[in-house]
């Protein structure tokens, strides 16, 4: 272990690659960039993402590839199309340009600031940074995934801000890509690694195995869903829905988008809330109804405590077990996959709990479960316990914004996503300083609780 970090401090790095990388990094976050302008436009419309290659939407003729190169592409056209002439929105090299300088931020914050993924913090709240700076040369596994998950975020706030949802796929490919770097890449001494302990990796392992018994029950029928004749409209999509339907009451010959065939019973299947509800007339629901629809969610969950709870005590206190137990967890890539999963199920977790006792303390619908699938990946990226961090930072963003909009005058309701994903995107930068700040008063609590277990 020791061999290899002097091994790579020993590479003579010369200083061009102190310039080629960061112009490598602009250009790769330009180009995911342009891929997020894709998703965000065809995943919510049930289109694929690969055919048919870019086009105009509005006379159809093929972009030449040279129009593709981001930012510059729309800059060269002058914003309009090659063929007809009409103009391409300009927020199409915006989010190009963000992502891109996103993408330069987080490098400059981890490599130059030092700013970014730590080993741990102790109890007396010293950040544990490693053994060495963090660099691109070693670290590069846990940028590449911190910006995987960075792209997601935006492409789910951008939809989630229009639409109201969240395409389940982009929460899922992050996570999947989550467990597979955390289990191939991550030593116990790892910036941002999540290799766990025996005890929390028999957490995982048991709430795991529940989470999946309560979906296949689900995929069978066996297990209700909540709102199973469909969800009551959220405040903000009963907003959307009476301002579309104004709309096309003043301008009943407003052009609607064109869809293909396809892609419109695709929306009639899937489509977002709103857009559906307009097909299907909206089922009032009361208050007592919509409380007693969370004991179904309650049930979903349940397994998953069960199991989760037996085989922390399975592993702790039955000694044939646990020396077994031991044994597989210390098996570097077991640990750090069970670590990832960890994080997932707690980030989910925490979600969902505050919308269930949301949905029952206000009798109406609190939060999406889409939000607790973005939180999913997030706690699988990051970590159970950044999770936890970036989702009660969610709402000092709402109020940032509200004062935002108070002073503009503007109004427009925002979903929990957007603020979920600026929490995530502060925490992956400045985790150590919460956690060292949050340490002592954490380490009390679980001496305390260590004393009360002890008792028992
Ligand atoms: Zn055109």
Avoid at 171 to 195: K, N, Q, R
Avoid at 234 to 261: F, W
């Amino acid at each position: 272990m020791d061999i290899t970090i002097s091994a790579i401090q020993l590479i003579p790095l010369s200083p061009a690659f102190y310039v080629v990388v960061p112009i490598f990094v602009l250009a790769l976050g330009a180009c995911v960039g342009s891929f997020l302008n894709v998703v965000v436009w065809r995943l919510p419309r049930g289109e694929s993402l690969i055919t048919p290659p870019s086009h105009c939407p509005k006379c159809n003729n093929l972009l030449k590839w040279y129009d593709n190169v981001p930012v510059i592409g729309w800059l060269m056209l002058g914003g309009k199309c090659r063929f007809c002439k009409q103009k391409i929105s300009a927020r199409y090299p915006i989010i190009e340009a963000i992502t891109s300088l996103l993408f330069l931020g987080y490098y400059l914050m981890f490599f130059v600031a030092q700013m970014g993924p730590i080993v741990g913090v102790d109890a007396q709240g010293h950040i544990l940074t490693g053994a060495r700076p963090l660099s691109i040369v070693t670290d590069w596994p846990i940028y590449f995934l911190d910006m995987v998950l960075l792209s997601g975020l935006l492409a789910a706030s951008l939809v989630d801000a229009e639409q109201y949802i969240i395409p389940l796929e982009i929460p899922w490919f992050v996570a999947v890509v989550a467990l597979i770097v955390h289990a191939v890449f991550d030593e116990p001494s790892t910036p941002g690694g999540l290799v766990a302990q025996p005890l929390p990796a028999a957490l995982a392992v048991g709430a795991g195995i529940g989470v999946i018994i309560s979906f296949l029950l689900w995929l069978t029928g066996i297990l209700r869903g909540s709102f199973a004749e469909g969800a009551p409209l959220m405040e903000i999509e009963r907003a959307a829905l009476e301002k579309q339907r104004e709309q096309q009451q003043t301008q009943p010959d407003q052009e609607q988008p064109k869809r293909s065939k396809a892609a419109r019973e695709a929306l009639e299947r899937e489509g977002t809330q709103a857009e559906r509800e307009v097909v299907v007339e909206e089922k009032e629901w009361t208050p007592a109804q919509i409380r007693a629809e969370m004991r179904w969610e309650m049930l979903f969950l349940l397994p998953a405590l069960v199991l989760g709870i037996g085989a922390v005590l399975l592993a702790w206190k039955v000694p044939s077990f646990s020396r077994i137990w031991d044994q597989a967890a210390s098996i570097r890539w077991v640990s750090a996959l069970l670590g990832s999963v960890l994080g997932g199920l707690v980030g989910g977790f925490v979600v969902w709990l505050a919308r269930i006792l949301g949905t029952v303390g206000f009798g109406r619908e609190a939060m999406g479960l889409g939000d607790v699938h973005l939180m999913v990946a997030v706690g699988a990226v990051l970590g159970a316990g950044p999770a936890i961090v970036a989702f009660f930072l969610a709402p000092f963003f709402g109020i940032v914004l509200a004062i935002y909009m108070m002073v503009t005058g503007t109004r427009r309701e925002m979903p929990l996503g957007p603020y979920l994903s600026l929490g995530s995107a502060t925490v992956m930068l400045f985790y150590g300083p919460i956690a060292a700040y949050l340490a002592p008063g954490l380490a009390g609590a679980s001496q305390m609780i260590h004393g009360l277990v002890g008792m028992m």
